[in-house]
């Protein structure tokens, strides 16, 4: 079972910042979050990760809490082209070359709206 | 660039066929996943490879499903006996396996329909 909790859908006004929330309360200390999204026909896409500090990249930033139980997802200026299903994972992060796999939840739906 | 590549992108089949489907990773990923879809639901993990092993088959449903990657590249997911319930889209990833973290490249998907 995925180890995170998301809303099932939320709209957003384009041109405005789409905070996306997810809850991992039992997250571990070698677990890192992970955000990917899945545009519609299209296979999922990695958005950004992160261990306890925030982080930022081209698409979007990513904010977890001081106690790494919840985090969001941060898209600064929603597009029409956001329009996709947002998921929340925990993965365990293994220095010795070995990657867990990734178990998916249902996601957030995110609507953009003109 | 290339990335992962599935085919075929649709495939219909009759109940109790086989199938292969077939996931081409980004050249030089030495970690491949298969996942499979249904309608609004996430994907579902069915098994990871490392190299030619499967690291892990926890997810594949049951033994009429099998999935190889003999040369540590090109993966095919066998299904025998398909039943109406497989009918899902497949999806392959890979990633390239080094010291930190590398994202997962998703393909486009293999739709199967039984009939």
């Known amino acids: 079972d995925a180890k995170t909790t998301q809303p099932p859908s939320m709209d957003c006004a384009e041109g405005r910042a789409a905070n996306l929330p997810c809850n991992h309360s039992?997250?571990?200390?070698?677990?890192?979050v992970y955000w990917y999204r899945q545009i519609h026909s299209q296979g999922p896409q990695y958005i950004i990760h992160g261990l306890k500090n925030n982080e930022t990249n081209e698409m979007a930033s990513l904010i977890i809490t001081e106690d790494r139980k919840s985090s969001t997802l941060i898209l600064p200026h929603a597009t029409l082209r956001d329009t996709a299903v947002y998921y929340c994972i925990v993965r365990v992060f293994d220095y010795g070359g070995s990657q867990g796999n990734l178990i998916f939840g249902k996601g957030t739906k995110l609507s953009v709206k003109p | 660039g290339a990335g992962v590549s599935q085919t075929p992108s649709n495939k219909v089949t009759e109940k109790g066929k086989y199938v292969e489907l077939r996931c081409d990773p980004i050249?030089?990923?030495?970690?491949l996943y298969w996942y499979r879809q249904s309608l609004g639901q996430g994907p579902e993990f069915l098994i990871y490879?490392?190299?030619?092993?499967?690291?892990?088959d926890s997810g594949l449903p049951n033994d009429r499903f099998f999935a190889v990657r003999p040369e540590g590249s090109v993966s095919t997911l066998k299904i025998q006996r398909t039943e109406r319930g497989d009918s899902a889209v497949y999806l392959c990833?890979?990633?390239?396996?080094?010291?930190?973290?590398?994202?997962?490249?998703f393909g486009q998907g293999t739709r199967l329909t039984v009939v």
């Open positions: 050249s030089g990923h030495t970690a």
């Open positions: 990833a890979s990633s390239l396996n080094s010291q930190g973290y590398t994202e997962a490249f």
């Open positions: 039992t997250i571990s200390g070698n677990e890192y």
């Open positions: 490879f490392q190299g030619t092993g499967a690291a892990d």
